[in-house]
């Protein structure tokens, strides 16, 4: 519990580093092993104040658990797909800007890069907009990853969340959708980016996740 805390407290600086946060807009989480429960941000508090101690411990309904802040305003997302995804051991939410430039156009990135197919194994696609407040943000995510390759969503007009074997996987899937959807972005500009073969995209992913992942764990 306590090397989860401290884990989850140190990936938000990564946030920080990439440029996917700005003010506390933006959360990690990470599954307590053998446990159901999580460690997610406290809400409201910013970046550079946030430590292992004052991490929250919720349960998978999102309940607090151990904490003297309330968690993240985005626990019962995260708790929803902790229920619903058992392979899920990490979330992050940003409102990154590139990735969010997508999102507010209801666009998902298509698969026009090698790092693309390696990292989502073709397009980042757009879950449905949903409102704050129920289970409906969960259930956007839920129904759009489960069974996709794609370990981020671009939830409509809103933002990214992003899932991962643990926390860390999540973040780096943060960041390359943010990486990857500014690329993008900036290939549009003067052109229509070129499209990967199908059959390409495929042995690029199988190679990332498989040959690559074994020679060296990330
Ligand atoms: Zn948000």
Not at 25 to 30: D, E, K, T, W
Not at 73 to 98: L, W
Not at 164 to 172: P, S
Request: hydrophobic share 40%; aromatic share 6%; net charge negative.
């Amino acid at each position: 519990m306590n090397d989860m805390r401290k884990t989850v407290a140190d990936l938000h600086a990564e946030l920080v580093r990439y440029n996917l946060v700005v003010w506390t807009a933006g959360n990690v989480s990470g599954r307590v092993p053998g446990e159901d429960l999580f460690v997610i941000k406290p809400s409201g508090v910013s970046y550079d104040e946030l430590t292992p101690e004052n991490m929250v411990v919720c349960d998978l309904d999102g309940n607090l658990v151990e904490g003297e802040h309330a968690p993240s305003s985005d626990t019962a997302a995260h708790a929803y797909v902790y229920r619903n995804m058992p392979e899920v051991g990490g979330v992050v939410h940003t409102h990154s800007t590139y990735a969010s430039a997508w999102a507010a156009r209801g666009e998902a990135v298509p698969c026009v890069l090698t790092a693309m197919a390696d990292e989502f194994g073709g397009e980042i696609p757009v879950g449905p907009f949903a409102l704050i407040g129920d289970d409906s943000i969960g259930q956007g995510i839920v129904e759009t990853l489960k069974g996709h390759r794609s370990k981020a969503v671009l939830m409509q007009n809103h933002g990214v969340f992003s899932i991962g074997k643990d926390a860390k996987a999540a973040v780096k899937a943060a960041v390359m959708c943010e990486d990857v959807a500014r690329t993008v972005h900036v290939a549009r500009q003067l052109g229509d980016p070129l499209p990967i073969a199908q059959a390409d995209i495929d042995s690029l992913y199988d190679r990332y996740q498989n040959v690559y992942g074994q020679r060296s764990p990330r």
